[in-house]
Every structure is written in structure tokens, then in C-alpha cells.
């Protein structure tokens, strides 16, 4: 009786305080080890949607194009797709949360926002000449308030290394993924070309 008695207080007893010690630095190991690929994720994914929604964006402008003869001519061509059938709904694109992406059509000459290019022109092969300028009607993706961090890995990710500012310190002019200068890690305008005429 008193061997049964003993055996129950043994499978009773709980853990040990080293135990517990060993249990919490594991988790702490293995959290340290999880969480920056799970906020890397989370980060990756706001940049490929932009990439992803561009890319949809500038289909429907090309099928609307071939469809009509013509770009879309409002001052709204997001609705103007939309209503036409080329696209499922408005496009929504968001590399930042609270920033205030719009789907512009315009002439080079009215979308002048980052400094170095009077008026705004797209440098596309890096050369330092004007590939899209004044003369054409262009199509972008206009972010304010981006992270300069989605930023940098956006013109990466579209333009490459190459077209792309090595520190993602300054303003990037160069590709199809074009930034101001960034104010405290922040870049106040970013513009994502589509597609011009």
C-alpha cells in the first residue's frame, strides 16, 4: 500500500523549474528564428501584389487598346476598363499601409512630382535620356507615403539591380519603378509605369 502510495505522489509531481526554464528558451530559439521570415513574407507580399496588379492592369490596357483603337481618355481610366469589361474591378495595389495609390493617365508633362526630371520623364534603359517624355500619354501606378524599404524591393523586383539605387537611400529615376528621395525611411511619391503611347 505504501509503494502504491508513492508511485501515485510520483505521477502527480509537475515540472521543474529548469524544465520549464528549457521548455520557454526553446520557444524563444525558435521564434527568433520564425518571426523575421514570417514579417519578410508578409513584406514580399505587399510588393508582389503591386507587381501582380500592375502587370493585370497593363493586360487590360493593351486588350482595351486593341479592342477600341484607342487608350482610355477619362479622367478615371481605372472605372473606364472597368466598365468596358477589361477588368474585374478598380485596381488596388498597396505597398504601404495609409497610402493614397491612384491609377493616373496623363501627359509627361503634367505628372512632374519627384526632383531631377523637369518636367517628369521615365529614363527606362538607364541612360540618362528621356525614353518616355512629354510627348507621350502614360499610364502609372502613383503611391504616396511609401516605405522606402517596399520601394527599393519594388524597382528590384521590376527594373533589377541594374536600374535600381544600390542602398535605396536616394531617389531612383531610372526603369519603370521611379522614386523620390526618401524623408525618414519614407519616399513621398512613387510612380510604377504601366504602359504609355
Do not use: C
Request: charged fraction near 20%; glycine fraction near 10%.
Amino acid at each position: 500500500m505504501t509503494k502504491r502510495k508513492i508511485s501515485a505522489a510520483n505521477s502527480m509531481r509537475g515540472f521543474t523549474l529548469i524544465e520549464m526554464i528549457g521548455v520557454l528558451a526553446i520557444i524563444a530559439i525558435l521564434a527568433s528564428i520564425v518571426a523575421p521570415r514570417v514579417f519578410n513574407a508578409i513584406a514580399d507580399a505587399r510588393v508582389i501584389s503591386v507587381v501582380e496588379t500592375g502587370n493585370a492592369t497593363k493586360a487590360a490596357l493593351i486588350d482595351y487598346f486593341r479592342g477600341k483603337g484607342k487608350l482610355p481618355d477619362s479622367a478615371h481610366p481605372g472605372k473606364e476598363l472597368v466598365a468596358a469589361g477589361f477588368l474585374e474591378g478598380m485596381p488596388d495595389a498597396k505597398v504601404h499601409v495609409g497610402d493614397s495609390m491612384r491609377f493616373a493617365r496623363g501627359m509627361g508633362a503634367a505628372l512632374g512630382s519627384i526632383p531631377g526630371k523637369t518636367p517628369f520623364a521615365y529614363d527606362l534603359d538607364g541612360k540618362g535620356d528621356i525614353d518616355v517624355g512629354p510627348a507621350n500619354v502614360i499610364f502609372e501606378f502613383q503611391f504616396r507615403s511609401v516605405n522606402i524599404a517596399d520601394a527599393w524591393d519594388l524597382s528590384q523586383m521590376i527594373d533589377g539591380a541594374t536600374l535600381s539605387q544600390a542602398d535605396g537611400t536616394t531617389a531612383d529615376l531610372q526603369g519603370r519603378v521611379a522614386y523620390a528621395a526618401p524623408v525618414d525611411g519614407v519616399t513621398p511619391s512613387l510612380h510604377f509605369y504601366l504602359t504609355h503611347r
